[in-house]
């Protein structure tokens, strides 16, 4: 992965560079500028202010993944979009610490952050990065582990001789002077999946995230695929081989949310497993999580619920009994109308309707773009308007007709 150039980070690895940028509080934008000058006139370097203002800002954006860790830790941009929640890296470590694995080599590390969950459980950790900025940030955020080294190394060239455990995030961008590119191929992946594969074969303990968005098609047959969600927002797909594997388990999606993780599990293949009836919209409608329908578990959940598809295409769940569940967020369905601009403008007229939230599921129609249609100067929900009613619309198809659903949240 090539990143920012080194000497964004030099200056910051010097003993007045890491005392500058501990003396710095909480990044503030509306401060930035007469901080700078502040800086400059105390007789820093333009190198070295420029520096400490982007890690100083690199660090209050990493605070919702690493929590207050990310105040001593050192950041790239680009490895920051990609680096792991440390909630969800500890979950990674935990499988190789049950499988009984001793030594992991973290292959194309980033900024570390799998690299130190693995070490804060006792594992001895090898932490392999390519490019030499990010592996000089991840050497920084290591410094507390003694079990943990970083190598600069090519991830595909480094000795796994006593490595036991393989754990990869391929580098799934490109960058340039002109930002960050997403690669959708995972054979152009740094390292390729086929690589990986190439690992798993050999027997070790083998480990790998994924962006979510990966096509069923793609998954290799003799893993366990777990699709992680984190506040509502689908983070990655993990791949798990051989003793990290579950027995029994070939899909499933882990939610963790503000009350716990929670998780649903199957033992078929993509395709497989059961059929939920389809029937009316009626009683509650649920919305199932991102991560239940990319491992395709949404029959799954209609069952648990007593419930049923609303079309058998579509991922929208209704059942005629509210029932609590991590893995769906529930509205109580209040009118179901067709689709039809002009009645709906009418319907938004008659309820005095000032604030409105449109979702959508096998459609192509556009919320915002039918918002300022229904709703001119209209605001969607979460926006304060004093006096104003809100409504919330799920548009759909069920068969070959649209149909509005006018739902409120449970």
Known sequence: MTDAPQEHIAPILTPEGWELLASLGPYREDEAFRLTAALRKAGH??????????????????????????????????????????????????RFVEAGISHVADLGCGLGADAMALASMDLVVTAVEMDETTAACATMNLIPFRNATVVHSDATAVSLEG??????DPARRTTSTSGTKRIWDPEDFSPPLSFVESLAGSGRAVGVKMGPGMPHDSV?????????????????????FNAVRRPG??????????LGAAELTSGEDFGGGPAAPVGPVEGYLYEPDGAVIRAGLVADVALQLGGHLVDEHIAYICAPELRETPFAKAYKVLDVMPFNVKALKAWVKDQGIGVL????RGTAVTPEELRKQLLPGGRPAGSKSKGKKSATLVLTRIGEDRVAISVEPV
Do not use: N, Y
Request: glycine letters at 6%; charged letters at 25%.
């Open 249 to 258: 388990v070939r899909r499933a999606a882990l939610v963790l949310g503000p």
């Open 163 to 168: 490595v036991d455990g393989v754990w990869l």
């Open 220 to 240: 290799p047959a003799d893993c366990e695929a777990q699709w992680v969600s984190v506040g509502g927002d689908v983070t990655e797909v993990a791949l798990w």
């Open 357 to 360: 939230d449109i979702k959508k």
């Open 45 to 94: 370097s333009p190198e070295l202010v420029s520096a400490v203002l982007t890690q100083s800002r690199l660090r209050t954006k990493a605070e919702a993944k690493f929590g207050e860790f990310a105040r001593q830790m050192v950041f790239t941009k680009a490895g920051l979009e990609q680096a792991t929640r440390l909630t969800v890296a500890a979950r990674h470590a935990q």
